[in-house]
C-alpha cells in the first residue's frame, strides 16, 4: 500500500537498537523539517521545512514498539479576528504503537498503548516494515490535534471596528462619532434641498429626531 520506507528520511525511525527484547527502552532526540501541510490548511501551520524539535522514546513490546513521544514547533497563522500574521509555538504529544508485520492478535492486548482503547481497528494498525517506522503521519495527526481552530493573536484580541475595518487593539479610542457619515451626508443632502438654494454654507444641523437608535 505504501512505499518502502527510506531510512533517510528524517521521519523514518529505526528500531533495530531494540533488538525486538520486550522491555527494551530507547530515548532519543532529533530535529527535523516539516513535512508539507503540517497544520490545519488556510487556518494555522508549521510552515514546510521549520524545525520540529522531537523527543522519542522507545519501547519493545511483544507486539510491536510502542512510540511515545513529543513534537515542538512554531506555527504561523494569522489571528481569525483582527486577520493580523501570528505565530505560535505548538506542542504535540503522541503515542503509537508500530506492530510487527508478523504479530497475531494473541499479543495484542497485554500491552494495551492506552487502556480502554479497543476501538482499535486492524485497518488503522500502523506496522513496522524491516524494523523501520515512519512517524510522519502520527505527528501530523498530533500537531494538527494540538492547533487552534480559531487562532487569535491575543485572548481578548477585540478584532476589527465594524465600521471602517480599523484593528481596534492599536487603538482602543477608536470610535465614530454616533451619526454614521453616510447617514450624515445624506442628511446634509436632504437639508440643502430643504433649504432650496439659499445659505449652503451654513450647514444642515441634522435633526434630533430623525437620528436612529445605534
Ligand atoms: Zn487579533
Ligand atoms: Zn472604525
Redesign the pocket.
Known sequence: MTARLDHRNPLVFDTHELGRRPGALQRLTRTVDAPKDFGIQGVIGVPEGAPVELELRLESVMEGVLVTGTGRAQAEGE?V????P?QLDVEADFQEMFSYPDADDRGRHHHGAEPGDDAEDDEDRLFLEDGLFDLESVLRDAVVLALPMQP???ED?P?LCAECGARL?DDPDHHHDAVDIRWAALQGLAGSLEDGEKDEMSGAEPGVDEKQEK
Do not use: D, H, P
Open positions: 489571528c479576528r483582527c486577520l493580523e501570528l487569535v493573536c491575543q484580541c478584532g487593539a
